[in-house]
Every structure is written in structure tokens, then in C-alpha cells.
């Protein structure tokens, strides 16, 4: 079996550049990384001295109790001070709010407690402190509902206001088991839900939707996209209705792979819109630079089609290198105006943060495509030294193992098993083509091509496939 030369390429010269799958969802940036601390032991004492008096006079319900340990939840979690410190403070933090949590718990349910909870919860979350401000909405989630239970209204417009806000902080978090309990409460809410799709409501339907693709559960991903998509038609004259609609239709394409439903993805994928100018300018460029490359080896001009990709690997190799520095100048300034800004300055400075790294991504992602392009050019020419190099260095390159990146690393994996294989090595070989399965195989389905390839070298190598890959 022989691989064909530049794959990648030529499903670009050809329409098909979203065969890669993407993740289905980007919520709203909730930093949680990158957390807000202000040394602050003015704050902490007033906090301390609030929780004094609550505890001599704790108010209906234990409530004013309540209030005074969540404000000093807060104070606790914010104060900075060595990594270790931080640690420690969120801990206390976090057992603390427990105390509140369980006065709340078994305090009368109120439109006007299950208010203030979540108001408590933004602060701790546009503060980016995304523990606490989970307990914070989870508390505020069971106040609403208990309403809505006295109430009999399944879909409270409180409640499933703040599932939709904690809905985007578990999928900013990774926590799955929360986002297990509310991604199907807000599939089923969402064809009564009536409010309009502002950014924040609408970017918990599409966390809902990346939680399902992720775990696998393509019919439900499609059928909160396609219910989305039809909330965005019916409102055409929103202006935000065009570019979403792109959107969608680039996510039910990334679903349709999973699926092996190919002719109808790619029936979408042209749609496929991305993100911020900079990142399209980059992305453009590499795209022409890929045609020029497919145009030279379809006439079999390899070495054109080499210099092409060594003058692109110069240039990006720069561009890199300038983001990689300016994302330090960004880190550096975020570290100082955490020290000493004020809250403008520092959320002028996290934009900037936000944007070097996203620039940085964009050319490192760019480095790594460009390096598995030009390995294959080195690879067909015989090069196959050059070649593994440069396989080797676009995995080390790769800025994460998820979503669109996860089909050019196996394609790049692949590429790596038939050079280990010219040399005799097929152990590696082998190794490297199951593994290249075991990924693609519940991605792709069983029919695509580069499922289909990796089995049938691993059939040549003499071993039966490894067992599907789980998607993390």
C-alpha cells in the first residue's frame, strides 16, 4: 500500500478542508487559568469582621449567616500572595462556601434568594475564580428550581438562566459529569425557550452541543444545532443571524463526518467561516500556499513544489517566533498589572493576553501543517530521513491534541508509520497505524478513506486493528 502524496492538500484544492473534524463549540472566554488576585487584607478583615456579627445574629433562616460567609468566600479566594498561598486560599474558599451552600440549601426557596446566588456567582466568575463561582451557580440552579418546582414551570426563565450560565462555566472548567446533568436540560429546554439568542444563552446551546459531539452523541448533537439553527432563521433580520448561521452549518458538517454522512458535509463545508482577521489572513495564506504546492506535484515537479514549501516554513518559522515574543510581552504585562492595576487596565491587558495567545496558536498550528506538507514532498522524493524530521517536529509543534488537529496528527502519524516502514522497522510501523485507527476509526466511521488505509497497512504489517480511541 502506498499513501497518497499530500492528502491535505489536495482536499483543499478540491473544497473539502473541513474533512478535518472541529469541535463543535466555542463558549464565551471565561479564563480560568488565569484567575483575578488582589492582596487585599483590608477587605479579608472587614469580610472577617461581617462573619462576626452574622454569627451573633444569623437573620431569618441563617441567611445574613449565609451572605457574610459567601462574602468572605470571596475575599479569601482573591487574596494573591506565592502559588502555594493562592492554593491554600481556594481551598478555604471553597469550604466555606460549602457552609453557605448548605444554609441555602435548607433555607425557603425565593425568586429573590436564587437572584442574589447568581449574581454572587458572576462576580466570582468575571473574576475568573471558576470553583467558586460554580458552587456559587449550582447553589443559585437549586434555589430556582425548588421555585420552579413550587411553581410548576419546567422551563422557569430564572432556572434555565443560570443552567445556561453554568452551562458555560463547566465546559469553560472540562467538567463533564456537570455538563452530563445540564447538556440534555438544555436540549429539552430549548424549543420552549423563548428568550432571545443573545451571545451568552447562545454559546451555552453550542456547549451543550460540543458536550454531546465530544461524548460521541451525534443524534443529539445534531438535534440541538438543528433546532438552533432553526431559532436563527426565524430571527433573519438580526444582523447576527448570518455569520451564525455559517457557524451552525460548519458544526452540522463536523457532526456529519462523525457520522460518515461525507456528501452531505461536504455539501456544507464550504460554508465553514473562521474566526478573527488575523488568524483568516494567516490561514489564507496557507492555503494558497498548499495549491501552489498541489498545482507543482500534479505535474510532477516535486523539487518546485519543495522550494515552495521550504520558503513557507522560512516565513511562518518568523512569524512564529515574533508571536511567541510578543505573547511574552502580553504575559509579562498581565502579571504586572495584577499586581497594580486597576480593573479597566486589567481588562484592557487580558484582551491583549487573550489575543498573543490566539496569534501564537494560529502561527504554531501553521508551523506544524506546513512541516507534515513539505515532510510528504521529502518523503516522495525519497528523502525519507528528511522526511521522518519533519513529521517529528510538526508533532511536537501541533498546539493541542483536540478538535480539527486531531485528523492532520494521525495524517502526520500515518505519514511516520510508511517512512518507518521503508526502513524495516515495522514494529513502529505497526504501532503507529493502529494507533492511527484506533483515533480515526470512531471520528471518521469505518468507510472514510484514512480509516480504511490505516487498516488495510495494518492487514500488510500482519495484526489486527487496536481497539477505537475514546475522544477526550
Not at 486560599?89 to 447568581?118: F, G, V, Y
Not at 467538567?175 to 424549543?191: G, H, I, V, W
Not at 513557507?312 to 509579562?332: D, K, M, V, W
Request: glycine share 4%; with cysteine; hydrophobic share 45%.
Amino acid at each position: 500500500m502506498t499513501r497518497p502524496l499530500l492528502p491535505l492538500l489536495f482536499a483543499v484544492s478540491a473544497g473539502a478542508f473541513a474533512q478535518a473534524p472541529v469541535p463543535v463549540a466555542l463558549p464565551v472566554a471565561i479564563a480560568c487559568d488565569t484567575p483575578v488576585y488582589k492582596a487585599d487584607p483590608e477587605a479579608l478583615a472587614r469580610a472577617s469582621q461581617t462573619l462576626a456579627r452574622a454569627q451573633a445574629a444569623p437573620g431569618p433562616e441563617n441567611l445574613d449567616l449565609a451572605a457574610a460567609l459567601a462574602d468572605l468566600a470571596f475575599a479569601t479566594a482573591r487574596q494573591g500572595g506565592p502559588q502555594v498561598q493562592r492554593d491554600a486560599n481556594r481551598k478555604a474558599a471553597l469550604d466555606i462556601a460549602e457552609r453557605a451552600a448548605t444554609i441555602w440549601h435548607a433555607a425557603s426557596p425565593s425568586a429573590r434568594l436564587a437572584q442574589d446566588l447568581q449574581r454572587r456567582a458572576r462576580t466570582a466568575r468575571n473574576a475568573d475564580h471558576c470553583p467558586l463561582a460554580l458552587s456559587l451557580f449550582e447553589s443559585a440552579l437549586g434555589v430556582a428550581d425548588a421555585v420552579a418546582d413550587k411553581t410548576r414551570d419546567a422551563n422557569d426563565p430564572l432556572a434555565l438562566s443560570v443552567a445556561r450560565e453554568l452551562m458555560l462555566l463547566a465546559s469553560a472548567m472540562s467538567d463533564d459529569p456537570t455538563m452530563n446533568t445540564l447538556a440534555p436540560r438544555l436540549l429539552a429546554a430549548l424549543s420552549t425557550d423563548r428568550a432571545p439568542l443573545e451571545g451568552a444563552s447562545y454559546a451555552a446551546y453550542l456547549a451543550a452541543a460540543d458536550h454531546f459531539y465530544r461524548a460521541e452523541d451525534n443524534e443529539r448533537a445534531e438535534a440541538l444545532v438543528n433546532e438552533l439553527t432553526e431559532r436563527v432563521r426565524a430571527a433573519a433580520g438580526d444582523a447576527a443571524s448570518a455569520p451564525r448561521l455559517r457557524r451552525l452549518n460548519a458544526e452540522r458538517a463536523s457532526i456529519y463526518y462523525a457520522q460518515g454522512r461525507y456528501k452531505e458535509a461536504e455539501a456544507l463545508a464550504p460554508q465553514r467561516v473562521f474566526g478573527q482577521p488575523r488568524q483568516d489572513a494567516l490561514r489564507a495564506e496557507l492555503e494558497n500556499t498548499q495549491s501552489d504546492m498541489t498545482l507543482q506535484v500534479r505535474h510532477g515537479r516535486l523539487k518546485d513544489a519543495l522550494a515552495i514549501g521550504e520558503a513557507a516554513l522560512a516565513r511562518i518559522e518568523a512569524g512564529r517566533a515574533s508571536s511567541q515574543a510578543a505573547l511574552a510581552e502580553a504575559q509579562a504585562q498581565w502579571e504586572a498589572e495584577k499586581r497594580n492595576g486597576g480593573r479597566d487596565a486589567l481588562a484592557a491587558v487580558r484582551k491583549r493576553l487573550v489575543q498573543a495567545r490566539l496569534d501564537a496558536n494560529t502561527w504554531q498550528q501553521a508551523l506544524a501543517d506546513m512541516q507534515g506538507n513539505t515532510g510528504e514532498v521529502q518523503h516522495a522524493l525519497g528523502r525519507i530521513d528528511l522526511a521522518l524530521s519533519l513529521y517529528e517536529q510538526a508533532l511536537q509543534n501541533y498546539p493541542s491534541s483536540a478538535g480539527s488537529n486531531v485528523y492532520a496528527i494521525e495524517r502526520v502519524r500515518g505519514d511516520m508509520a510508511l517512512v518507518y516502514r521503508a526502513r524495516g522497522d515495522r514494529a513502529r510501523a505497526l504501532a503507529l497505524q493502529q494507533q492511527v485507527h484506533a483515533t480515526l476509526l470512531p471520528l471518521l466511521g469505518a468507510q472514510h478513506p484514512d480509516v480504511r488505509e490505516a487498516q488495510s497497512e495494518i492487514a500488510a504489517l500482519g495484526a489486527a486493528p487496536a481497539s477505537p480511541a475514546k475522544r477526550q
